[in-house]
């Protein structure tokens, strides 16, 4: 007997290196502070303790590497909380995942083909690193463009010709992939060299897998990410690189490739 009450439901969290630190719960959280003008209020409209709602704020804090919340003095009350711009724009992001998520959620709920459906959301390539952002905008040049991608905590920069934005349709807002291969980036363990590379990732090598000639090093980036990068034997011996080493890799705008998700 077919069910018409039954339907798809979900909730998401955001984490960081698999640590749950931002739902539905937390949000709510800010928004009441950013109304309330106190954690204490907040938490009281919450029905949850001020250590509780304290605590999550602070786990939010770390977790984001941002002040989402700070503390006020003075005024009528004597004092309170302040929602910073970082913890806004915070806020704002997660609204947009959660109407995303909705959408797909409901679209997976009303499409009979669930499973072409799910596999229309998956870019198989043989880039080593993908990473996931929208455009923010189009520099246009004479035959190439730079196009500024913007993955929620970092930014990177592609440098793609001007016939290829065109047949792609993109535009500022879209979502993309940014694909880059391994072997396209430069590791170096002096996070302060500059060199011509647009885009450069710092975070601290997680393993390194050694082959015959070359080594695959892989980094937990500073924003939370992974990245691969491919180096030689001799280079990883003369820097030293081993676990935790801390690194940097750069590469040009136009080692990165760009896929339009539709």
């Not at 030293?240 to 990165?256: D, E, L, P």
């Amino acid at each position: 007997m077919k069910n018409n009450n039954r339907k798809i439901d979900g909730r998401f969290w955001l984490t960081n290196n698999g640590e749950y630190f931002a739902g539905r719960g937390r949000i709510e959280l800010l928004k009441h502070i950013k109304e309330t003008g106190s954690i204490a209020r907040a938490a009281k409209v919450m029905k949850m303790s001020y250590k509780a709602a304290w605590d999550s704020v602070d786990a939010m804090n770390k977790m984001t590497g941002q002040t989402l919340v700070i503390r006020t003095s003075g005024g009528r009350d004597g004092g309170g909380s302040k929602i910073t711009d970082a913890g806004l724009e915070f806020i704002e992001r997660y609204d947009k995942y959660t109407e995303t998520f909705e959408k797909v959620l409901s679209i997976i709920d009303n499409n009979p083909d669930i499973e072409s459906f799910v596999n229309s959301f998956d870019i198989k390539s043989s880039a080593d690193n993908s990473f996931n952002g929208k455009v923010l905008s189009i520099n246009e040049g004479a035959v190439y463009s730079i196009v500024e991608i913007d993955g929620l905590s970092f930014k990177i920069y592609a440098s793609i010709s001007k016939s290829s934005i065109e047949r792609m349709g993109l535009l500022n807002g879209d979502t993309v992939t940014a694909l880059i291969n391994s072997n396209q980036l430069v590791l170096s363990i002096d996070e302060s060299i500059q060199l011509s590379c647009r885009n450069k990732f710092t975070g601290k090598v997680n393993s390194v897998k050694k082959g015959a000639v070359n080594s695959e090093v892989f980094i937990n980036l500073d924003n939370s990410n992974k990245l691969c990068v491919m180096v030689t034997n001799e280079s990883i011996d003369s820097m030293n690189i081993t676990y935790g080493s801390r690194v940097s890799a750069f590469c040009k705008a136009s080692s990165v490739l760009i896929v339009k998700r539709v």
